[in-house]
């Protein structure tokens, strides 16, 4: 990994968990523990690094589309732990910056973003139909359901300083429930295939909320 793109990494967690809107120049470097003079040796002024964060974003949700989902309790795990990855990374006030001072970015990035959860919710439907989800859900709220649970997570985090443990054991409860609780009764989920993924987004998860 190159210099800049380790950076552009730790802006981004930076920016989730601070916002960037009052943050200088400066204040940035300092968040990365690089000088500003290095900063600046990339990245020209703020747009230039917000515009770069982005790209990631996009680029991200590009690589993570919801295809090729196998017809199995397997599939259906892979793809809500995948949608769980991508909410995580809608930190509220980044978002709510983002429409502010930059709303061309912001308009690009909720195109993005709907355009997964529309496709993520025509997986779901197929699922559905193979008989994988069970035919009483709404499935077409199950992208929302995460959603309001992640962005409830993500605001307790920020607001309350919400412990990684507490946060961690929540979101591990709510994913295996909202698994189980919602699959063909009868089915078998078996979690062990899904544990590094899951190890992943709570690293994730660690590296941006918790960002010293």
């Known amino acids: 990994m190159d210099r800049k793109t380790k ?10 968990a601070h916002g960037f809107a ?12 690089v000088s500003r003079a290095t900063l600046y040796l990339y990245f020209k002024n703020k747009e230039e690094i ?24 397997v599939g259906y795990v892979k793809l809500r732990l995948n949608t769980l990855l991508l909410l995580g990374a809608r930190s509220p006030v980044f978002t709510r910056e983002l429409a502010q001072q930059y709303p ?18 025509k ?5 559905q139909k193979q008989h994988i989800i069970a035919p009483e859900f709404t499935t077409a709220n199950l992208v929302r ?5 992640v962005t409830g997570v993500i605001r307790q985090i920020l607001d309350e300083r919400l412990p990684f443990e507490t946060v961690a054991a929540l979101l591990q409860d ?16 078996d979690f062990s295939d899904s544990m590094t993924f899951q190890d992943t987004i709570l690293g994730e998860l660690r590296a941006t909320y918790y960002y010293a």
Not at 145 to 149: G, N, P, Y
């Open 22 to 33: 009052k943050q200088s120049m400066n204040a940035l470097a300092k968040l990365i523990n």
């Open 123 to 127: 997986q779901f439907a197929t699922l």
């Open 174 to 189: 709510y994913f295996a429930s909202t698994i189980t609780g919602s699959v063909t009764p009868g089915l078998t989920v």
């Open 104 to 121: 061309q970015l912001a308009i690009k990035l909720d195109s993005a973003y709907k355009q997964y959860e529309d496709a993520a919710t």
């Open 145 to 149: 359901q995460d959603d309001i649970l």
């Open 50 to 73: 917000i515009s770069a964060i982005v790209d990631r974003h996009l680029q991200f949700i590009a690589g993570n589309q919801p295809t090729h989902i196998t017809s199995d309790t």
């Open 7 to 16: 950076m552009i990494i730790d802006l981004n967690h930076a920016v989730l």
